[in-house]
């Protein structure tokens, strides 16, 4: 059974810099999973950060950016800010028509 | 403005049916696959079902397959899943979004509960 991995949970400080990663429990991540980054906080529909991997959603600032870091897809923040405290959430496209989203990391800004 | 609006939630018992749809506008809904995606109370996202533009090939986790049956009328810019044979643990706010490659769209969810 396919898994999609990530931190349960991650802590930062306002100001640095945080890299959250997507994984899988066999094999590597690749461009071709499409990784998709989305944040959600409680009660709140998720707003997506990113798709296709590197690829910012409309009005997400450039202080997020994606990409494949060594056999995981990654979400990195630069400048860490408090109302960045949510959940973010990855998604893998797992080939013939099938997604599969990770557990989730709750960030933490402290 | 892009916008995703899902209705037919509800109250519902096991064993039962219920038909959520998913009302489009502000883009060329027909160019675009669309997906159902749920989330547990207190738990994280699932992809349920995805469809094509022309709502001829249907995708579904394994977790619903059998139960679930992802549509689309593109003269109407809807999309709909019926769930059957319904569980307690399909209890769950329902989100329908856009091609997850290409898209940004999401909905704000119709929160579906299974309990007698």
């Known amino acids: 059974q396919t898994v999609v991995t990530q931190e349960p949970s991650f802590s930062v400080s306002p100001g640095e810099t945080v890299t959250l990663t997507c994984g899988l429990n066999s094999g590597s991540v690749s461009s071709p999973h499409n990784p998709g980054w989305y944040q959600q906080t409680p009660g709140q529909a998720p707003r997506t950060l990113m798709y296709?991997?590197?690829t910012r959603s409309s009005g997400v600032p450039d202080r997020f950016s994606g990409s494949i870091l060594g056999n995981k897809a990654a979400l990195t923040i630069t400048g860490a800010q408090a109302d960045d405290e949510s959940d973010y959430y990855c998604v893998l496209y797992m080939g013939s028509g099938i997604w599969v989203f990770g557990g989730g990391t709750k960030l933490t800004v402290l | 403005e892009v916008q995703l609006v899902e209705s037919g939630g509800g109250l519902v018992q096991p064993g039962g049916s219920l038909r959520l749809s998913c009302a489009a506008s502000g883009f060329t809904f027909s160019s675009y696959w669309m997906f159902w995606v749920r989330q547990a109370p207190g738990k994280g996202l699932v992809w349920l079902s995805g469809?094509?533009?022309?709502?001829?090939?249907?995708h579904y986790s394994d977790s619903v397959k059998g139960r679930f049956t992802i549509s689309r009328d593109n003269a109407k810019s809807t999309l709909y899943l019926h769930l059957n044979s319904l569980r307690a643990e399909d209890s769950a706010v329902y989100y329908c979004t856009g091609d997850l490659r290409i898209t940004d769209f999401w909905g704000q969810g119709t929160l579906v509960t299974v309990s007698s």
């Open positions: 296709s991997t590197n």
């Open positions: 469809v094509n533009t022309d709502g001829t090939t249907t």
